[in-house]
């Protein structure tokens, strides 16, 4: 089978590998149909990754036709269209018996530390396993992963029907956070220097747009909210200052969400947290989110169609990572196609 494997950072290759046999009873073999391209497999291939280790199969969106599944897998049979969690806990440490297990004191994540599914045939345990209806297409099964990410993040940003949320930022995990909100009932307003971008936020029922290179985001958000700011902020640019202006744009005990990976230091003081008892949160991957995400795509609820833009063969990744350097401002979900 052919696997595409980041060897070390900026190179790519695809390989020839053997197509993997069910070892445990648990496990699950997938015939891989589609894929998502998602900004950290882009870092794993650029070397930003502060987790990755290589050498490396990435992929962590996809999609497939169960093939074959051990003698104790019960829930999953040859022929169901599946989609996978890629978060992989141990279910007994502290943090996991907390109901933690997306920041699991061993976690590893598949396509990051775990070989991905950017590839013909991919083995997991039966729990990351997750069924969808044949109805779905496959490349809305393959993208349902984001999509639980941005449930993880309103999940815990507390966003309550008729809450004001201010998403920072606009790119494509942005868009889907916004559909979740929306989801929920809550007024979302969203920010981006690129107009572009802002102009889908409105096609994706943002109730307010905000350019920040052209007018102040903190202002305009107080201006919109009665001098009281939103009750829940996400960082979803995690760039320079942004962590600081959706605080600042936040009412007291409200929350700030931060979604950055990077270990640059964050332009905020503490005094912009204390003084107005802000609560900042952290947001990692998903924490037991796949079903509610199915069951929202399942009943029509959500759109993922909506940010898909491009459609590649799996064997075109180098193109795709191309497309996606080139014209960032037109791009959003590039879906492969095994």
């Not at 990755?52 to 022929?79: C, L, M, Q, S």
């Not at 996978?84 to 018996?97: A, D, K, Q, T």
């Not at 605080?247 to 005990?253: G, I, S």
């Amino acid at each position: 089978m052919k696997a595409i494997r980041v060897k070390v950072p900026n190179e790519i290759s695809i390989d020839e590998d053997p197509i993997p046999k069910i070892d445990e009873g648990n496990e699950v073999l997938i015939k891989v149909k589609t894929a998502g391209i998602c900004g950290s497999d882009i870092s794993i291939f650029k070397g930003t990754s502060p987790v990755a280790i290589y050498p490396r199969v990435i992929g962590h969106e996809f999609a497939g036709e169960v093939t074959a599944i051990g003698k104790d897998v019960k829930n999953i049979a040859v022929g169901d269209h599946v989609t996978v969690n890629p978060v992989h806990n141990c279910e007994v440490c502290p943090i996991c018996r907390k109901g933690r297990g997306n920041v699991c004191a061993s976690l590893k994540v598949t396509g990051v530390h775990l070989d991905g599914g950017y590839r013909e045939y991919v083995k997991v345990p039966e729990k990351n396993v997750f069924k969808v209806s044949k109805d779905i297409p496959w490349d809305i099964a393959a993208i349902i992963e984001p999509y639980t990410v941005a449930a993880q993040v309103v999940g815990r940003g507390g966003v309550e029907k008729g809450d004001t949320v201010l998403i920072y930022g606009s790119g494509q995990i942005a868009l889907t956070i916004l559909q979740v909100c929306n989801i929920i009932g809550a007024k979302c307003i969203m920010t981006d220097i690129v107009d572009n971008r802002l102009v889908k936020a409105k096609e994706f029922g943002a109730a307010h747009v905000i350019n920040s290179q052209k007018e102040d985001a903190v202002k305009k958000v107080l201006e919109l909210t009665d001098g009281i700011g939103a009750d829940v902020s996400i960082d979803a640019a995690c760039v320079g200052i942004s962590l600081k202006e959706s605080a600042l744009a936040t009412r007291p005990a409200g929350v700030v969400v931060t979604m950055g990976f990077h270990d640059n230091t964050a332009q905020i003081t503490e005094f912009i947290i204390t003084s107005r008892e802000l609560d900042v949160r952290g947001t990692r991957l998903n924490n037991n989110k796949f079903s509610q995400v199915i069951e929202w795509v399942e009943n029509n609820q959500l759109e993922p169609s909506k940010i898909i833009t491009h459609h590649f063969k799996f064997t075109d990744i180098e193109k795709a990572f191309e497309q996606l350097k080139n014209d960032p401002e037109n791009t959003m979900k590039i879906v492969l196609e095994f």
